[in-house]
C-alpha cells in the first residue's frame, strides 16, 4: 500500500491497464496537455505513445462511436471527459451502440469501453459544469455506472472498468482528486456493484455515493461522539446497484438515510428509496429520506451556492430528526476554515 | 444483384400477412450499389451500414438464412431474433453490424479503421451510409477523424435522393454535391452512377486500392433510386411526394436489366444460362424462407439475456421475472 492521491491512484490505474494490456487506448480532450486532465494522464504518451494515448478533435459524439468501433475490433479504449457536461453530446453513441451492441445482436460482441466523466460542484462551476448526472447513465440498461469515493477505488473499480467486457461509465468527482488515501501496488481490482461498508453502526443507515461519502464521514464521526451509531454504506457503482448489502443493514438499523450528488428528482436516491420502501417495509421505523441538490441547476455566484450543496452539518441534522434526538452539529461548520465552495485549501481554482 | 432482387421482392409479397413483426426498408432498384462494392471488398474487410441494410448484407456474403430468420424473428436469426431488419450482423463475412438510428454506425466504422491502424492490418472499413447521414453531425465528426488519423475508411454514400418522404432540396442546399462538400473536409471523393454495377465494381476497387496502400480515407457517393416506399412492402408513388415520372425514368435505369441486357447482347451469358440463374435463386431464396418459416421463436426468458457478457450475479440487474 502507498499512500497518494485519487488522482494518483487514477493515473495509477490508466498506468497498469496500458502496461497489462496493449489494447487499452486513452484519449479525450487534453489528455496529453501539460495538466494532463486534473493530473490523472500525465505521462502516459511519453511510456505508451501516441497511438495509444491522444488528444482528440471535438467531436464528443463521434470520439464516442469509434471509441465503440475501435472496442468492436478488439481495443480497450477510455476515454475522458473533463466535464461530465460535455459528454451529453454523446448520449446517442453511448445509449444507441455502447449499451445496446452485445443486446441487439444477439450477445455476439460487447464494447469493453470505458468513459470517464468528471463532476463537479462549486468554485463558480455554474450552471453547464457541475452536472451530477448518473442518473441519466444508470437508467440505461447495459451500461454500467461507476462512482469511486476513496483513493483505493478509484484505481480499484478503474481497473475493473476498463477490463470489464461490457461499457462501464466511470464518474469521478472533482473534489475527490486531492483526497489522500492507501492504495494497493499493481493490478487491484475492485469489483463492480458491491458496497463498501465504511462506518459499522445500528441506529440508521445512510446510503451515498461519490463526494456525498466524505461529507457524510465527517458526519458519521462527529455523531459517534454523542452516541448516534451510523452504518455508512459507500455505494461505489450506482449500476448496478447492490441491494442486498442496502437491505441488510436497513433490516439491522430500521432507518435509511439516502445521499446524492445530483438534483433530487429522479435520482439514484429515489430509487434505492423506493426500493427499500417496497422491500424492507416492516423493518422501517420512519419513513425513508433523501438529501440530494435541490431541484434547480447550479448557480455560479458564490453568494448563491452557499446552501445549495449538502454538507456534513445538514446530514448530522437529518439523522438527528430521523431518531428524535437533539444532535449537535453546527460546530461542523464552524470547524471548517476554508470557503463554502471549494473542497479544501489546495484548491486554487480556475477548475 | 438478382438475388437481393428476389429476396426482397419475396419479402414484399409475404409482408403483408404480418409474420415479419418489425419495420423493413427494402432496397429494390438500389441493388447495383450493394453488390459491386461487396465483389470490390475483401471478405477480410469490415463492413457497417444502417437502417436500409439487407443488400449490403447480401453483397458481404452475409448468411440469407440467418437474415430471413431475424425479420421473421426467430431464434436462428443473425441476431437472435433481438435485432430485426434493421440490425443484420454476419462477423464471419465482416458485416460487423447495422443499426437503426441514421449515421449512427458511421463513428462505429471509423473506430472499427483506428483498431487496423493499431493493429497495423491491411484491411478497409466500409461504412454504407445514404444521402441523409451526411446532414447528421456525426458525419463530419468522424470524417474529420478519419482524415486527421489517415485511417482506411470508406465512406459509401448511396444518394437515393429521398429521406422517408423529404426529398434533398428540403434538406440540402440546390445544386451541392455531397461528394464536392465532402472533398472540403480534406479527403478524395468521387461519384458514380449507382445503377451500373460494373462501374460501382471499377470506381470502388480504385477506391480500395489507394486506401488499403495508405492512402487515407475516401468517399464515394453513388447515385441510385428507391423503387419502393421508405419503410414497408408498397409502391407509394401515389402520396405524391415525388412523381410517377420521376420514378419511370430511374425504374428505366434498373440496374439488373441494364447489367443483363449488355451481357445478352454482347454474347457473354445466353438466355438459357440467364434463367437457370433465376431459378437457382429462386430455389434458394424459397429454402431461405422455409428454414425461417420452420425455425422456433426464442422463448421468452431470452427477452432477458445478453445485456452483459455474463449475467451479472448481482440482484438488479438480473430481470426480476419473466413475464408471460
Redesign the interface.
Same mark, same amino acid.
Request: glycine share 20%; net charge positive.
Given at each position: 500500500m502507498v499512500m497518494k492521491t485519487f488522482a494518483a491512484a487514477i493515473n495509477d490505474a490508466l498506468t497498469v491497464a496500458m502496461e497489462l494490456d496493449s489494447n487499452v487506448l486513452c484519449y479525450g480532450l487534453g489528455v496529453d496537455d501539460p495538466k494532463g486532465v486534473f493530473g490523472t494522464t500525465l505521462g502516459l504518451k511519453e511510456k505508451f505513445g501516441s497511438e495509444r494515448v491522444f488528444d482528440m478533435p471535438t467531436s464528443e459524439n463521434a470520439m464516442t462511436g469509434i471509441g465503440i468501433g475501435a472496442a468492436l475490433y478488439g481495443m480497450r479504449p477510455i476515454m475522458t471527459h473533463q466535464r461530465l457536461d460535455f459528454a451529453l453530446l454523446s448520449m446517442d453513441q453511448l445509449v444507441n451502440n455502447a449499451a445496446k451492441w452485445r443486446f441487439m445482436f444477439g450477445g455476439q460482441r460487447g464494447v469493453p469501453l470505458t468513459v470517464r466523466m468528471i463532476l463537479g460542484r462549486g468554485w463558480g462551476q455554474g450552471p453547464t459544469h457541475s452536472q451530477n448526472l448518473q442518473a441519466w447513465f444508470a437508467h440505461v440498461p447495459g451500461l454500467k455506472v461507476v462512482m469511486p469515493s476513496t483513493a483505493e477505488d478509484a484505481k480499484g473499480l478503474l481497473l475493473s472498468s476498463i477490463f470489464d467486457p461490457d461499457p462501464v461509465i466511470f464518474l469521478e468527482h472533482r473534489w475527490l482528486h486531492n483526497l489522500h488515501g492507501e492504495v494497493p501496488e499493481g493490478d487491484c481490482r475492485t469489483p463492480i456493484g458491491k458496497v463498501r461498508r465504511l462506518r459499522e453502526g445500528s441506529d440508521l443507515t445512510i446510503v451515498a455515493m461519490s463526494y456525498m461519502t466524505i461529507e457524510a464521514v465527517h458526519a458519521v464521526d462527529h455523531l459517534a461522539l454523542q452516541d448516534v451509531s451510523c452504518d455508512l454504506i459507500d455505494l461505489r457503482s450506482v449500476r448496478p446497484i447492490d441491494w442486498e448489502a442496502i437491505a441488510d443493514s436497513v433490516q439491522r438499523t430500521g432507518r435509511l438515510l439516502v445521499l446524492d450528488s445530483g438534483n433530487l428528482t429522479g435520482s439514484i436516491s429515489g430509487e434505492i428509496v423506493a426500493r427499500v420502501s417496497s422491500d424492507c417495509w416492516d423493518a422501517l421505523k420512519c419513513g425513508p429520506q433523501r438529501l440530494a441538490m435541490p431541484d434547480y441547476p447550479e448557480a455560479t455566484s458564490p453568494s448563491m451556492t452557499a446552501g445549495y450543496h449538502v454538507r456534513a452539518e445538514h446530514i448530522a441534522e437529518k439523522i438527528g430528526a430521523m431518531l428524535s434526538r437533539k444532535v449537535e452539529f453546527a460546530s461542523l461548520k464552524q470547524q471548517r476554515k476554508h470557503p463554502h465552495d471549494v473542497p479544501g485549501d489546495w484548491f486554487s481554482g480556475p477548475f | 444483384m438478382k438475388r437481393m432482387r428476389l429476396v426482397e421482392e419475396e419479402i414484399a409479397r409475404r409482408y403483408p400477412a404480418g409474420d415479419m413483426r418489425c419495420p423493413t426498408h427494402l432496397s429494390v432498384g438500389q441493388e447495383a450499389v450493394a453488390a459491386g462494392v461487396g465483389l470490390a471488398l475483401r471478405q477480410t474487410d469490415l463492413a457497417?451500414s444502417g437502417h436500409r441494410a439487407h443488400a449490403h448484407y447480401l453483397g458481404k456474403g452475409g448468411n440469407l438464412k440467418a437474415m430471413l430468420a431475424e425479420i421473421y424473428g426467430k431464434s436462428t %436469426?443473425? /441476431?437472435? %431474433?433481438?435485432?430485426g431488419s434493421m440490425?443484420l !450482423?454476419d462477423?464471419s463475412v465482416g458485416f $460487423?453490424?447495422s =443499426?437503426a #438510428?441514421v449515421a %449512427? =454506425? #458511421?463513428?462505429?466504422?471509423?473506430?472499427?479503421?483506428?483498431? $487496423? +491502424?493499431? +493493429?497495423r492490418s491491411d484491411q478497409v /472499413?466500409c461504412i454504407f451510409h445514404g444521402d441523409a447521414a451526411v446532414e447528421a453531425?456525426?458525419f463530419f465528426? /468522424?470524417v474529420?477523424?478519419a482524415v486527421?488519423k489517415k485511417l482506411p475508411v470508406l465512406f459509401l454514400c448511396e444518394n437515393n435522393l429521398y429521406s422517408v418522404y423529404s426529398p434533398l432540396n428540403v434538406r440540402q442546399p440546390k445544386g451541392r454535391s455531397i461528394a464536392k462538400m465532402a472533398e472540403g473536409l480534406g479527403m478524395k471523393c468521387s461519384t458514380g452512377d449507382g445503377n451500373d454495377v460494373a462501374e460501382v465494381y471499377a470506381k470502388t476497387s480504385e477506391a480500395l486500392d489507394s486506401i488499403r496502400s495508405g492512402g487515407g480515407p475516401q468517399l464515394i457517393e453513388f447515385s441510385t433510386y428507391r423503387w419502393l416506399e421508405h419503410c414497408g412492402p408498397n409502391y407509394d408513388n401515389d402520396l405524391g411526394y415525388r412523381t410517377e415520372a420521376e420514378y419511370l425514368s430511374w425504374k428505366a435505369q434498373d440496374p439488373i436489366a441494364r447489367f443483363e441486357s449488355v451481357h445478352l447482347t454482347g454474347g457473354i451469358v445466353s438466355a438459357a444460362e440467364v434463367g437457370r440463374m433465376n431459378l437457382d435463386i429462386e430455389r434458394e431464396v424459397s429454402l431461405a424462407f422455409e428454414f425461417a418459416d420452420a425455425s422456433p421463436f426464442p422463448d421468452a426468458a431470452s427477452a432477458y439475456?445478453?445485456?452483459?457478457? #455474463?449475467e /451479472?450475479t448481482? =440482484? %438488479? !440487474?438480473q430481470p426480476e421475472s419473466v413475464r408471460a
Open positions: - | 457497417v %436469426g443473425c /441476431s437472435r %431474433g433481438k435485432g440490425h !450482423i462477423e $460487423m453490424g =443499426t #438510428i %449512427g =454506425t #458511421i463513428p462505429v466504422g471509423v473506430g472499427l479503421a483506428y483498431g $487496423m +491502424k493499431c +493493429k /472499413s453531425g456525426v465528426e /468522424s474529420n477523424f486527421v439475456t445478453d445485456l452483459h457478457h #455474463i /451479472s448481482v =440482484t %438488479g !440487474i
